[in-house]
């Protein structure tokens, strides 16, 4: 019983489900966001006081890193957000993300902010860099459609994340520069990539980072802590990949490559290359003469992952290590990993089926 009353007290002051003194799921009445910008171009009334208040869940700034043989907090089977800038690679696992949300980090000559929602399993990475001054992004408190409400620094606008806009202040209607970034279990990652940087469960902070501060909500389709929109279409929890084009998305799932690694697909007049087996699913956008090539997934285990009629080796990022081609991108697609519920939430969502 001790135990079951010390998580209650731990999920009540930390996370981003909590409720303090306000009503964790009362709209933000009385409050504007930003002062001095009161317009929201989301609805005020759905824009909820998550309870613990703004930098209540504390974002991380440059934090420590360490090698893989040293994220000992971390089992094979644990989630994480993984980045590549040239020979940097880093991963961001959701053991720590659960308890902080927001990792401002500067990897070579790219300011990026993973920002990582527990509620909607949502792991998008934007550019710091906003009209050429550089921010760093914190947490609100607040939540729309049970999703996390990131603010800037630099100007204290709001912002969301599945919409990957501004919201309210002096910056709405701006829109994040996305970073790529590749969710995958550590196992894997660590595959990959060998020679990964890890985050340091080093934070300063002290949290127990490898148990969750939302118990089975990442497993229970019926456990919702914030009214949201539930579309039954497929299991609400169910995690899948989701390409976005403006208002509309489309979303992949783990079964769609049960007999097939590649689907070559169409999406509101763009090509998209989505590649996926039991641990990952990621997506590029086609355009030009590479829509023209033929690919085939080799993946074995190591970062590379297609091969095309040219000889070009590509990798999970879309980067060509080796042929012709090498040092090109594919294009990046607009797309995250999230659960299922959350994306038919803010867009007009197609199911991808065979």
């Not at 993973?114 to 710091?128: A, E, K, Q």
């Not at 080799?298 to 590379?304: A, L, M, V």
Request: aromatic share 12%; glycine share 8%; charged share 15%.
């Amino acid at each position: 019983m001790k135990k079951v009353i010390l998580l209650a007290c731990v999920v009540l002051l930390y996370s981003c489900s909590t409720s303090n003194t306000n009503d964790a799921n009362s709209p933000i009445e009385g409050q504007n966001g930003n002062d001095n910008n009161p317009e929201w171009s989301i609805p005020i009334s759905e824009v909820l006081d998550g309870g613990p208040g703004k930098d209540g869940i504390p974002a991380l700034v440059n934090p420590t890193f360490t090698n893989a043989q040293g994220a000992n907090y971390l089992n094979d089977t644990d989630l994480v957000i993984g980045f590549k800038n040239g020979n940097d690679v880093r991963a961001y696992p959701h053991a720590i993300l659960d308890w902080h949300e927001i990792v401002n980090d500067t990897i070579n000559d790219v300011s990026v902010a993973v920002t990582y929602c527990p509620l909607t399993g949502t792991g998008i990475g934007w550019n710091r860099i906003i009209n050429g001054v550089e921010t760093t992004f914190g947490v609100s408190g607040l939540l729309y459609n049970t999703n996390l409400i990131p603010f800037d620094r630099a100007t204290d606008s709001n912002w969301s994340q599945i919409l990957n806009e501004s919201v309210n202040g002096s910056l709405i209607g701006e829109k994040a520069d996305l970073i790529g970034l590749f969710e995958t279990d550590w196992q894997t990652w660590r595959s990959m990539y060998p020679n990964t940087q890890v985050l340091s469960s080093n934070t300063g902070f002290s949290r127990t980072y490898g148990i969750s501060p939302y118990g089975d909500y990442n497993t229970n389709n019926n456990r919702f802590l914030f009214p949201v929109p539930k579309d039954p279409r497929l299991p609400l929890k169910e995690r899948v990949h989701a390409i976005i084009n403006g208002t509309d998305a489309k979303v992949y799932r783990f079964s769609d490559f049960q007999s097939n690694n590649i689907i070559r697909d169409s999406f509101k007049g763009e090509n998209y290359l989505v590649v996926g087996n039991p641990n990952f699913m990621v997506s590029f956008k086609l355009s030009g003469d590479l829509s023209m090539l033929n690919f085939e997934y080799i993946h074995n285990g190591s970062e590379i992952l297609l091969i095309d009629n040219e000889g070009n080796q590509w990798n999970i990022f879309g980067e060509a290590v080796s042929g012709p081609r090498q040092g090109f991108f594919i294009g990046n697609s607009s797309s995250l990993m999230a659960f299922w519920f959350s994306i038919p939430a803010f867009y007009l969502t197609e199911v991808y089926e065979n």
